[in-house]
C-alpha cells in the first residue's frame, strides 16, 4: 500500500473523486489543504482511507517537515507552488527523501512575469519538484520553458466526477429540446459575464431560449436587469445534474482561464458547448462546429454572432453535437488521473 500526501490550497468535489479513486487502487491518502482565506466555502466529507489536515494546523515550515517525517509518504503531490511553505518543504524532502514530488500547474504560457520563474527554475521549480503534473496541452510549452524534460511531465492532472456526470439524462432532449443556455462557475470578473450578458442583450431574437447563470462572487450585483435571464445560487455537484438536464447547451465566457474543469462536467452532460478560445479544457473536449463553437474572449459581437448561429440551428444538429461532446468527456477520467500518480512509483 502506497501511502500519499497532498499538499493542496483549496480542493473543489473533483480533486475529491481523484483522491478517492487512490483509495480505491490501494493508497493511504493524507490530505493537508488551505482553511483560512479560502474564494470558496467549500470543505471536504470525511471520506474512507483519506486524512485531512488543516494547512493553519502547521504553523512553519519545519513543523510541517516533521509531519512528513511522521507518515514517511511514497509520493508528495502538491496543488502547484503558490505556497512558500510547501514549496521549502518540497526541497528539504527531495533532497532527504528521494521520493517523487509532483507538482500540478494549470498555467498556460503567457510570458511576462513568467520568465522571472523562466530564469530561476533550476534552483526553485526543479529543486522543489521531480514532476509536473499539468492539465494539458496548453500547459506543457510553459512546463518546458521550465526546464522540466519531457519524461517529468505528466498529462491531464484534474477530471471531472465523470460517473456522476454521466447520468445527466439527455434522452427527453428528443422529445422537447431544452431552450436554456447555463453557465456555471463563479461571478468574478475573469469570467466576462458582462460581455456574454451585453451581447445577450444585443439579440433581437433569442428564438424562446433563456439564459441560466449559476454561482456567486464579487460580481453578482451586475449581473441584474437583462432580459430572459435567470440567476441561481451556487449549489452542490449533484444538484447540477438536474440543472444539466434541463439545459440544452453550456456557455463559459473567460477572459481569463487556464483550464475550467467545468466544461469537462458540460461535456459528460453530454451537452453542445460554447466557450471562450482562452480556456485550455477546449483542447480536449471541444471540436469547433462539431460539438460547439469557440469564440474570442471579451469580444462581445463574437460572443453573440456565435450564439445566434447556434440558437439558429435545426434540433438535430443540437442533439448530435451533445452526443459528441459525451464522447469526448471519455478522454479524462478520475482512474486516468490516479493510475498517472501511481505510474510513478511502479
Not at 526541497?91 to 527523501?97: I, L, P, S
Not at 524534460?149 to 422537447?176: G, R, W
Not at 474543469?261 to 462546429?289: N, Q, T
Request: aromatic fraction near 12%.
Amino acid at each position: 500500500m502506497y501511502t500519499i500526501l497532498v499538499l493542496y490550497t483549496e480542493l473543489m468535489p473533483y480533486n475529491v473523486i481523484v483522491l478517492k479513486t487512490l483509495v480505491e487502487k490501494g493508497c493511504r491518502v493524507h490530505v493537508v489543504l488551505w482553511d483560512k482565506n479560502k474564494k470558496t466555502s467549500y470543505y471536504p466529507p470525511e471520506e474512507k482511507g483519506i486524512t485531512w489536515y488543516d494547512r493553519s494546523a502547521f504553523f512553519d515550515t519545519n513543523h510541517l517537515y516533521l509531519f512528513v517525517e511522521k507518515i514517511c509518504p511514497d509520493l508528495i503531490w502538491t496543488s502547484g507552488w503558490i505556497d512558500p511553505v510547501y514549496n521549502e518543504v518540497c526541497a528539504r524532502v527531495r533532497k532527504n527523501f528521494h521520493i517523487p514530488i509532483v507538482a500540478g500547474s494549470d498555467t498556460q504560457w503567457r510570458g511576462g512575469k513568467q520568465w522571472l520563474n523562466v530564469l530561476t527554475a533550476s534552483f526553485r521549480h526543479r529543486k522543489w519538484f521531480s514532476h509536473l503534473f499539468v492539465s494539458g496541452e496548453p500547459q506543457v510549452s510553459y512546463a518546458l520553458k521550465l526546464g522540466f524534460q519531457p519524461e517529468q511531465i505528466l498529462m491531464h492532472n484534474l477530471s471531472a466526477d465523470v460517473d456522476l456526470f454521466h447520468q445527466v439524462d439527455t434522452q427527453a432532449h428528443k422529445e422537447k429540446y431544452p431552450r436554456r443556455l447555463l453557465y456555471i462557475g463563479r461571478f468574478a470578473k475573469v469570467k466576462g459575464l458582462p460581455f456574454l450578458l451585453e451581447a445577450w442583450k444585443s439579440i433581437s431574437d433569442r428564438r424562446g431560449w433563456k439564459l441560466t447563470l449559476i454561482g456567486n462572487g464579487p460580481e453578482y450585483a451586475k449581473l441584474q436587469g437583462y432580459p430572459d435571464v435567470e440567476i441561481k445560487n451556487f449549489m452542490s455537484q449533484v444538484e447540477l445534474v438536474k440543472e444539466l438536464e434541463q439545459s440544452g447547451a453550456f456557455i463559459l465566457p473567460s477572459v481569463i482561464e487556464p483550464w475550467a474543469l467545468v466544461i469537462h462536467e458540460a461535456a459528460c452532460a453530454g451537452l453542445p458547448i460554447l466557450a471562450s478560445e482562452c480556456c485550455g479544457a477546449v483542447s480536449c473536449f471541444v471540436k469547433d462546429g462539431e460539438n460547439g463553437f469557440l469564440f474570442k474572449p471579451g469580444n462581445r459581437k463574437s460572443i453573440s454572432r456565435v450564439i445566434e448561429k447556434f440558437i439558429s440551428l435545426q434540433e438535430s444538429e443540437w442533439l448530435e453535437m451533445g452526443k459528441i461532446s459525451r464522447e469526448l468527456s471519455n478522454q479524462i477520467t478520475p482512474a486516468m488521473v490516479a493510475n498517472t500518480i501511481l505510474s510513478i512509483l511502479e
